[in-house]
């Protein structure tokens, strides 16, 4: 089956400019979560999703947000780009039952902020 | 929130050493995961620990769940350059809590 997928692969943005990125997870996954990794910090935990509805929320400025729709894709949103926003993001999706927990990444967007 | 430390942070060796990496928090954890992301790749799942004191084995690779279920750790035998990459571990707090992940060892092996 397929496997995560992110678009776009890479974007370069100006400071100041809102970005939308999005996910699509393995088919029959409800939970999508969103990570922001960049060099020295590891995996940042932004947001969870599970069954549209957010479960789970790190610790990020209101300009970080998303979503997820009734087909579990999701989509995050970032608005006023600043520098420091620079970085991998990566989603993955997960059964999230009791018994399986894995997680399943994409290969991520990498945003560049100018 | 919940956290886990993860300890080096960065692990040079020549190829057929040894390497051990590990991973701490405070409070008692549900389970813990293992991780590899590859140079420009995205993590991997390898293993998921949840008994106290569970030892798992993948080929040269050894996972421990600490008696506590407060530490963890990742050994590799005889490392070989397949090997390199960051090691990540990850713990869930509860059913509901989010997949929180340590910082990582970068794991490099000299030929």
């Known amino acids: 089956k397929a496997g995560v997928t992110q678009t776009p692969r890479y974007l370069i943005k100006t400071r100041g400019q809102q970005v939308t990125l999005s996910c699509s997870p393995i088919?029959?996954?409800?939970?999508v979560s969103w990570y922001q990794q960049t060099p020295g910090q590891g995996l940042q935990f932004l947001f969870e999703y599970f069954s549209e509805t957010q479960r789970n929320k790190g610790n990020f400025p209101g300009r970080f947000s998303g979503r997820q729709f009734s087909n579990s894709r999701s989509e995050m949103n970032v608005s006023t780009l600043e520098l420091g926003d620079s970085a991998l993001y990566l989603c993955a999706s997960s059964l999230r039952t009791e018994k399986n927990t894995e997680a399943f990444f994409g290969q991520g967007t990498r945003l560049t902020v100018v | 929130g919940q956290q886990v430390m993860q300890i080096p942070q960065y692990q040079h060796v020549q190829e057929g050493e040894d390497f051990t990496t590990y991973c701490n928090s405070s409070t008692t954890l549900s389970n813990i995961q293992w991780y590899k992301q590859r140079p420009g790749g995205h993590p991997v799942f390898l293993i998921q620990?949840?008994?106290?004191?569970e030892v798992k084995k993948q080929k040269r690779l050894t996972f421990q769940f600490g008696e506590a279920k407060k530490n963890s750790s990742l050994h590799i035998t005889a490392t070989q350059t397949t090997d390199v990459g960051t090691y990540f571990c990850?713990?869930?707090?509860?059913?509901?809590?989010?997949?929180?992940f340590g910082k990582g060892t970068r794991l490099s092996v000299i030929a």
């Open positions: 990850a713990s869930l707090g509860g059913r509901n809590t989010p997949l929180v």
């Open positions: 620990l949840v008994k106290s004191g």
């Open positions: 088919s029959g996954h409800r939970s």
